[in-house]
């Protein structure tokens, strides 16, 4: 059996019952749908040469007029992208299976996160502002049987999401952009001058419906079929009221996020980790994931693992604790030791998780996509005009590095020992605090410069020299020897 997928040892039947139980309960059925429907697609992930198949589709002949200058696939959180496109004068769509602008995850972000939705044009100042449900002093790493490492600047502000979606849609549609809530894409053609477009109403067994879009842009995340980012995190969890309150390990702070927390060792072949973010008074928003390689990933892992948070959770913090709005997804990540996803022709271009060009290690997601929001959005009307124009993104240089230490994360050192993987985070993460502030929160919001990532390494392994074993029984030589050369030009780039 497949890692990830539904087994006895990962949960028991009653489990899985209980925990689709209590997500049913929180979120509705059409949530619940969702989840099932994520974990069913992980049954045949697709291969970068062999994306899923949909029904046939005629691409638009040369010359043919377009419906739309760009169609969106995926409402989440691309859909800041469309107001933006529509006030640079494109003519947009918004697909998405469920309705769009739709909160399926909580966001934190630091300071010039939240600074770039205002920045970018999507927001007023005072509107970026009513967001922020929540300031943290500082966030915490801490690990199991080691120690506890404080950071500032980090993951500092808890973002209400679904005000932020909501913002952005009441935007898109004042700008014109055309939201079809419950459609699917389920096929395209690139022709000469545009893309033919298969959209399925949900629920309907009608003919799908046929647009086209000068663009089409790829916003799936892990749904995508060229989503083949060779790692992914399997999340799950949500926001929550009854937790205590206090100053004690097991307790919340209302001004301190947890960013990455472990309470037990290498569990069936997975280091679990937890994250604590604290929203509106008595909510906070809690997290269960782990590392893994995308093949290793099978049906029903979401689902297996919410019966993992929901039995476990106790062990992690004390209350009384109720779901009250379910949050999950597979997050897609890129190690930069394998080709990256790739989209199949000049007139399709993949964004967020679906391109996986945010941190395989930290998956800020938000942060990243946030970040680039006015220069994405730049780059696509650009695309709309020049298909052929290559991609101005550029990886943030510490990706290099930090790409293969998830690829370790994703096969724990040490086996069924489980211990070493702890012992590994502690170490390395004592070094990082040791090197200051400056430097610890630059490695998480992606911005270390590769000099100071070598040094990290450097300072690691003087501390655990018994890191070289494990790197080299994590990864095999070729990724090891992709990973030096990686490491070598963004030094030398940096010079």
């Known amino acids: 059996m497949r890692a990830g997928a539904v087994s006895p040892q990962a949960a028991s039947a009653r489990e899985l019952d209980a925990a689709r139980g209590r997500v049913r309960e929180a979120g509705g059925e059409a949530l619940l749908a969702r989840l099932e429907h994520l974990d069913a697609a992980r049954a045949a992930p697709p291969g970068p040469s062999e994306p899923r198949r949909g029904p046939a589709v005629r691409p638009p002949d040369r010359g043919a007029a377009a419906d739309y200058d760009v169609a969106i696939a995926g409402g989440g959180l691309s859909l800041l992208l469309a107001p933006l496109l529509a006030a640079a004068g494109l003519r947009v769509a918004v697909l998405d299976r469920a309705r769009i602008g739709a909160a399926h995850r909580e966001w934190n972000a630091g300071t010039a996160e939240v600074a770039a939705l205002s920045a970018s044009g999507l927001l007023a100042e005072d509107e970026v502002e009513r967001l922020v449900v929540a300031r943290y002093a500082e966030g915490l790493c801490r690990w199991h049987g080691g120690g506890t490492y404080p950071v500032r600047g980090v993951l500092d502000h808890a973002i209400d999401a679904g005000g932020l979606l909501a913002a952005a849609r009441a935007r898109a549609e004042a700008l014109g952009v055309a939201l079809l809530d419950g459609h699917a894409l389920v096929g395209h053609a690139e022709g000469p001058d545009a893309v033919a477009l298969a959209v399925a109403e949900a629920g309907s067994s009608a003919a799908p419906r046929a647009l086209s879009a000068r663009l089409l842009v790829d916003a799936r995340g892990a749904a995508s079929p060229y989503a083949t980012a060779d790692l992914v995190c399997p999340t799950v969890g949500g926001v929550l009221t009854g937790l205590a309150e206090g100053d004690g390990e097991r307790q919340i702070r209302p001004d301190v996020g947890e960013i990455l927390a472990t309470t037990e060792d290498v569990e069936e072949g997975r280091q679990h980790l937890w994250e604590a973010f604290p929203g509106r008074p008595g909510e906070t928003t809690v997290y269960l994931f782990y590392y893994a390689r995308s093949g290793d990933v099978g049906p029903g892992a979401l689902l297996s693992l919410y019966a993992r948070f929901f039995r476990l959770l106790s062990r992690y913090k004390e209350g009384d604790a109720r779901l009250v709005r379910p949050t999950f997804g597979f997050i897609p990540g890129w190690s930069r030791l394998s080709a990256p996803p790739r989209a199949p022709g000049r007139r399709v271009r993949l964004v967020g998780d679906a391109a996986a060009r945010h941190s395989p290690l930290t998956f800020c997601g938000f942060g990243a996509n946030v970040r680039e929001l006015a220069a994405t ?55 990082l605090h040791a090197m200051g502030n400056d430097t610890y929160a630059a490695l998480l919001r992606d911005e270390m410069q ?33 990973w030096g050369a990686g490491l070598a030009r963004e030094l030398y780039r940096a010079r």
């Open 377 to 431: 959005a730049a780059e696509l009307a650009r695309a709309v005009r020049e298909p052929g124009a290559p991609s101005a993104a550029r990886d943030a240089p510490v990706h290099a590095g930090t790409g293969a230490l998830a690829a370790l994360m994703a096969r724990p050192p040490g086996g069924a020992r489980g211990g070493e993987m702890n012992a590994l985070l502690n170490t390395a993460f004592a070094v």
């Open 450 to 482: 590769p000099a100071d990532f070598v040094r990290f390494l450097r300072e690691t392994a003087a501390r655990r020299p018994e890191v070289y074993r494990e790197v080299v029984s994590a990864l095999p030589i070729r990724a090891i020897g992709r």
